[in-house]
């Protein structure tokens, strides 16, 4: 622990010095509207799309890639002005508005919350196993969000923080119209059954744990029906699989994934946070242990991504910033990728990991 610690508190040392930076870097940066007027794709371009005409061609779904060089403006987009369902990335967001509140002193990452029985939420993370009543700092609650996904601590984040002020915050650091609404993570799973029969807003986080429990689609329409008192005739309709496609027909937990580029941006020139909250959550972030087999296992190794992943019924994604070398000589690039329709979650990584290798060995980060 005492070595985790050390390690932890070097990392924040060296990214608190190149956050230092970042202000004055982004002044000489044109304004945010004009940045968006101004961008050329970079000369890999060609190869690139090559590449992911090939991978989709492939993929029995579809592809979404934004890439951004940060040094030089240049932009690619494959799909990326389309609206994406964003799954877990929209905890960033919570993340960035949560260190701003630290950062203005009106919190302290060592402060607690209450852990509540209508808090919990399906999902990765250690927050479900603490009981009822559980103290948890603000801190252990950000870094189970962002390096695991943990949903429960991210609604736990969110009634703290006020959802009207996460979503306030995307909007500031975005494009008009480029994120769709945040919602908690278990309205997720509510609005997403309600497409089945509208009484499922009535569930609550620990009947969605149970559902999940079921092995199969199958198994879990079937328990749904017996927790609502359905008979099979008053579902409206035939699948959990038809329900999701509903769901992502809506502009809810959505996006342009240019538009979450925009985001990333922000954050890495000191936009979205003054240089001691950049360098804490830049430090997070590169400690996500949910993508190990999206981009970062595509990229060269020399490569340090700090990112966020996302993951949906047919649908995952992983956006992030990525550097290659150190000081002066780095070379930041944002990647945003995203993967739908696949039902296998295995060969969703694999496609991402397969874009990582794209944008790896088309150049990106040579200029």
């Known amino acids: 622990m005492r070595k985790e610690g050390l390690w932890r508190k070097g990392l924040v040392q060296a990214l608190l010095i190149l956050a230092m930076a970042l202000p004055s870097l982004a002044a000489a940066q044109p304004g945010w509207a004009e940045q968006v007027d101004a961008w050329v794709e970079p000369p890999w371009a060609d190869r690139l799309k090559a590449r992911l005409a090939l991978l989709e061609a492939g993929f029995d779904g579809e ?3 934004h890439v951004r060089d940060l040094d030089t403006g240049a932009r690619l987009g494959w799909r990326d002005g389309e609206r994406w369902y964003l799954a877990s990335l929209v905890k960033l967001p919570v993340a960035i508005e949560l260190m701003s509140r630290v950062e203005a002193g ?5 402060d607690r919350l209450t852990l509540l ?26 870094e189970s969000m962002l390096i695991v996904s943990d949903n429960t601590a991210s609604d736990m ?32 799973r509510r609005h997403a059954f309600a497409n089945l029969h509208p ?13 999940r429990k079921r092995q199969d689609d199958a198994a879990r329409v079937a328990w749904l029906r017996q927790r609502l008192g359905l008979a099979p005739q008053e579902l409206l309709l035939p699948s959990i699989d038809a329900a999701f496609r509903l769901y992502y027909a ?50 060269g190794r020399n490569v340090h991504l700090a990112h966020k992943t996302g993951t949906q ?7 992030g910033i990525t550097t290659q070398g150190q000081g002066n000589d780095a070379h930041r690039v944002i990647i945003v990728a995203c993967a739908r329709g696949e039902l296998s979650l295995a060969r969703n990584e694999q496609i991402l990991a397969a874009v990582g290798r794209a944008v790896w060995e088309a150049g990106a980060f040579e200029g």
């Open 250 to 299: 809506t502009d809810l937990n959505s996006g342009r994934l240019d538009a979450f580029g925009d985001l990333l941006e922000a954050l890495a020139q000191g936009r979205a946070l003054g240089p001691e909250g950049t360098a804490e959550l830049l430090a997070i972030l590169t400690r996500t242990t949910s993508g190990e087999r999206r981009l970062k296992a595509g990229l």
């Open 106 to 110: 009106e919190m302290s990452l060592e």
């Open 117 to 142: 029985r209508s808090d919990y939420v399906d999902g990765a993370g250690s927050t479900n196993w603490a009981p009822p009543g559980s103290a948890l700092s603000l801190r252990q609650l950000l």
């Open 199 to 211: 009484s499922a807003f009535e569930l609550n986080g620990m009947d969605f744990i149970e559902l």
């Open 63 to 65: 592809l979404g890639v």
């Open 313 to 319: 019924h047919r649908l995952a994604c992983d956006a």
């Open 157 to 188: 984040l969110i009634r703290h923080l006020g959802l009207e002020s996460v979503n306030r915050r995307a909007r500031q650091l975005t494009r008009a119209g480029g994120l769709g609404p945040i919602t908690t993570l278990v309205d997720v």
